[in-house]
């Protein structure tokens, strides 16, 4: 049985990455890519469904964990009646093959230990064939899957399973490297596990060093920076939303999700992430993503894609796997990248201006695409589609997509304004215009004193708080103040956002789901612009109470339970963390909004209506 979601921990090689359970299992691990068929799926099933357990023989004294400073390398600490050892647990930065490192360091007396490997391919479906080499490396393979495991631990294998059991005494050092390979190829070349342990440490050190401090959040901050880069397909620049798939919004229930994709909707907040840490190398890199994969035809952009900018990203049920906590479906793949959702072009043209305005630059290639996005736009923002939240019921007039399609026309105004580049000027003048003002007509509703989820309705939305945000409206309008109220009377559950009313019927599946935990965060930027610094600062700190022992944050909060739900860790929810951060410390240079603005004065980035 799985573990609460915060007690698992991440590591990574940014290409893949795996969870490790406080136990000392590592319970999910897709090989070689974040979105490759599982080999260890245990969290969404059982330990049939593969897992590697290192862990004491006997029950632990005490067992703590943190992570080597400002690394991304796990130190797990056993504490027995006879010893204490540890589990140091990491991914180097991949050159080649793929590793995941797995070292037992004895620091007290003498502790006996178990090993048990069972490799599971295609989601735990399939059990390999187990060959022992000639120099002692095990071998297992199915299909087209291969991984060796060497170690100096003398193991056995039997019905697809590897293990043993072994001893650690103080100053001892036991190492495990199990490494992925094509099955057609020879085994991978092994590694000297402390040099890679060094190499590893090395590299997030180095990496690391260039952030930008964050006032008294600059710890939390720096380990959301690190999570955002385990999130990060080194290859291509991409970032994946989350590195699982199907841990659930509620327990037991059927909101089951696979986020081993790439969202064009956080493209602006993680770009603004990525610069206000310093971090313009890797920046460059996810616009470069964005700009390689959204070129093509225009009608024909997507919410989400594949790493590499793959289109097909077919969702089908695992229907062999049990669920996380007996949450069914298990998903692979997601249908939702099929919907449309006019609110990307906003956020596309958002983040193209910003890297522009920043320390990107543009060029004409990426204004021509922008251009040709802009064009086909104008076709189409006037119809209904599937909303920020990716709805499966009927298509509406979202009042979010309609704010970002004038997001859209807004920022390509300003980019021929400020920066002297051909287009229709005029005439996306007008258009902008037009847009803000059927939204103020038709999004907000006086009898409730609120801008709604869609045109016509009488519910509220947490996207309503992204207005003052993307520069749609000061934050001191009276719209904007009575919405932000509206949320905080409506929208809240012990101190944290939900996404919506839950009356609001949105896509047939049952009721029910956490509190949202980057609404939360961007209520907080609201607060702060409004000059209730006081406020923002304790809804921050509310949110930061809520991460795992290590740092951590999934996408969602279980009140009730008092637990973190939804695929974990979450890149948005940790890119709203570092840019809210920023925000409270006046720290960020490159905001969507006029960072630390308290008056009503109309900011640089709001429509001249």
């Known amino acids: 049985m799985a573990y609460r979601i915060e007690d698992y921990a991440i590591i990574g090689d940014c290409e893949t990455a795996a969870l490790v359970g406080r136990d000392g299992s590592i319970d999910w691990l897709c090989w070689p890519r974040f979105d490759s068929p599982a080999c260890f799926a245990a969290l969404v099933g059982s330990a049939d469904n593969g897992r590697w357990l290192v862990e004491p023989l006997g029950r632990a004294a005490r067992v703590s964990r943190r992570y080597r400073g400002r690394t991304l390398i796990l130190e797990t600490e056993i504490e027995c009646a006879s010893g204490c050892a540890t589990v140091v647990d990491f991914m180097p930065p991949r050159e080649k093959a793929s590793d995941v490192v797995r070292i037992v360091r004895g620091t007290r007396g003498r502790v006996e230990m178990r090993t048990e490997l069972n490799i599971r391919f295609d989601y735990g479906s399939l059990v390999p064939w187990i060959t022992r080499l000639d120099d002692g490396t095990w071998r297992a393979v199915e299909g087209p899957d291969m991984a060796v495991l060497r170690s100096p631990v003398a193991l056995s294998s039997g019905q697809g399973t590897i293990g043993g059991e072994f001893a650690v005494s103080a100053g001892q050092m036991i190492p495990f490297v199990l490494t992925y390979g094509g099955s057609h190829l020879p085994p991978p070349r092994p590694i000297k596990p402390l040099d890679a342990f060094d190499d590893t440490e090395d590299y997030w050190r180095g990496w690391v060093s260039r952030a930008r401090p964050a006032g008294p959040w600059s710890d939390a901050v720096v380990r959301s920076l690190i999570t955002l880069k385990a999130a990060t397909y080194r290859p291509s620049g991409a970032i ?32 603004l992430a990525l610069m206000n840490a310093g971090f313009d190398e890797d920046a460059r890199a996810w616009r470069q993503w964005l700009l390689r994969t959204t070129a093509g035809e225009p009608g024909r952009l997507q919410i989400m894609y594949g790493l590499t900018g793959e289109h097909r990203v077919p969702e089908w049920e695992l229907d062999w796997l049990g669920g996380y906590k007996d949450s069914k479906p298990v998903r692979a793949g997601n249908a939702a990248a099929k919907q449309m959702q006019i609110d990307v072009y906003g956020e596309l043209m958002d983040v193209l201006y910003h890297a522009r305005r920043g320390r990107l630059g543009g060029s004409e290639e990426g204004w021509a695409l922008q251009r040709g996005l802009l064009d086909h736009l104008q076709t189409i923002w006037e119809e209904a589609d599937h909303g920020i939240w990716e709805v499966r019921g009927d298509r509406r007039r979202f009042t979010n997509s309609k704010i970002m399609a004038w997001v859209a026309f807004d920022r390509a105004v300003k980019t021929i304004e400020q920066f002297k580049l051909d287009g229709p000027l005029d005439r996306w003048r007008a258009l902008r215009a037009r847009i803000h003002e059927e939204i103020c007509r038709y999004g907000f509703n006086p009898e409730v004193g609120a801008f709604v989820q869609s045109y016509g309705s009488k519910h509220l939305d947490a996207s309503a708080l992204l207005i003052p945000l993307v520069g749609f409206l000061p934050v001191r309008d009276a719209r904007v103040r009575s919405t932000i109220d509206a949320v905080q009377r409506q929208l809240m559950v012990d101190g944290l956002v939900k996404r919506y009313d839950s009356g609001a019927g949105l896509d047939g599946l049952p009721a029910g789901e956490g509190v949202f935990l980057p609404c939360t965060f961007w209520l907080a930027a609201d607060l702060f612009l409004l000059g209730r610094r006081r406020e923002a600062c304790e809804l921050f700190e509310r949110v930061l109470s809520l991460r795992s022992d290590l740092g951590l944050l999934s996408e969602e909060y279980d009140t009730g339970a008092k637990r973190l739900i939804g695929n974990f860790p979450q890149a948005l929810s940790h890119i709203a963390l570092v840019n809210t951060a920023y925000l409270l410390t006046s720290q960020g240079q490159h905001q969507r909004h006029e960072a630390g603005a308290t008056t009503a004065a109309k900011h640089p980035m709001q429509a001249d209506a």
């Open 240 to 271: 994946v939303a989350a590195p699982t798939s199907s841990l659930p919004e509620r327990i037991g229930g059927k909101r089951n999700w696979d986020y081993r994709y790439c969202w064009l909707r956080d493209a602006t907040f993680t770009l």
